[in-house]
């Protein structure tokens, strides 16, 4: 069955890889082999065919000992019986090493015994038979199969090794944290906003997590953790929806948080999670930040309720379709949008739909206890420690945003914006409970307020 499963997806048009790849990857492979040998499913039949079920092997009410009877011919015979103990339920019995299983078959347009679902009864027990036969075969291999993973080193295969190389030689470099030390030389502001034009910060090594989904692979695949393959006939492993690594689901556990999203597979800009989209744009900060703070700075930083003052909504949706659909290439100059509130605006909404705030839903707690603290050193003291707890990627676009806030503040005779005015407003941006609630969302007001407020008065000596 796994044969014509196969078939069907290289023999019969859908090829993917030459065929030499997938001679090569037999021979490399025990759980491959072991896979071909599984016995294979055989039905049998009832005599008097019962056709009140869904189930096409369904033979009625009969007793488990009457079962175990009919399936003891061969290894790999099924049959579907009603439970005796639950009537109404069916009971697959399969035969495999000698002795029957019994489980609990649903259907809901897809039948299943456990997570994964089958269009028919006989692939369901063709995988339940690659699994057991696997399991009780390989078992001791695959409690080692994790233990000297290729993941790590190169060298493994002429075939994987080409994958590998490109995989290890993006962000595999030390140190894995960012480190956060103030350069000297841009001290003043005026001359940090000059270095702001045009800073060659091109490489980050922010730790990032996989993102890793359940996958049903098209003929054979080999985990690319510990290079064996990935055997079953559905399900058989999982893939990082960010960067494409396929894995088994037990390896995906000790994958490395090293996950370099690919642009192809990154289908947006807003509401992108942050650290997912620095990494895969390669860079320090979220380019939408970088871009629209750029443009504020060089031609609204006097303008009157900068931040406050909102800009026409349908035009600032425009905006965030130009970033979703032209990445850094977005055109935001004045001559496509010349009131300066869209682009604020756009930084706004920005910064509200990210899937985990600036400030993370983790460390949101802390902050909000910080800024309830009575003496004003020990309040400083708790929002540098939250600060260095933010994930890099966060932290790195606070530092920078907060600069660019203070030095809006410095223009306030003229945009009538300070420190307390924006904490109003960048305060529930930036940080949002982690609970949904309207009562803690108004009692925190406040504490938002003071935090951000914080952030931009002192600035230069918490980052
Ligand atoms: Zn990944
Ligand atoms: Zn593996």
Known sequence: AFRAGFKASYGGGVVSCPVSYVLINFLLSVLYQLQQEAPRPKRITCPQE????????FHGMISREYADELLSGAEGSYLIRESQRQPGSHTLALRF???TFNYRLFYDGKHFVGEKRFESVHDLVTDALIILYIETKAAEYIAKMTTNPIYEHLGYTSLLKDKMVHRLSRGRTEPRRVTFQRDEKISSPLVRRSALKDTPEKQCFYEKIHNFKVHTFRGPHWCEYCANFMWGLIAQGVRCSDCGLNVHKQCSKLVPSDCQPDLRRIKKVFSCDLTTLVKAHNTTRPMVVDMCI??????GMKSEGLYRVSGFSEHIEDVRLSFDRDGEKADISASAYADINIIAGALKLYLRDLPIPVITFDLYSKFIQAAKMPNSDSRLEAIHEGLLQLPPAHYETLR????????VTMFE???????????IIFGPTLMQPPELNALTTLNDMRQQKVVVQLLIEHEDVLF
Request: aromatic content about 6%; hydrophobic content about 40%; proline content about 0%.
């Open 400 to 407: 920078y945003l907060m600069a660019h806030l203070k030095r």
């Open 50 to 57: 019962v056709s009140t079920s869904v189930f096409l092997q």
């Open 294 to 299: 750029r443009e504020i700075e060089l031609r």
């Open 413 to 423: 005779k003229d945009n009538l914006m300070n420190a307390e005015n924006l904490g």
């Open 97 to 99: 090493g000698h002795q």
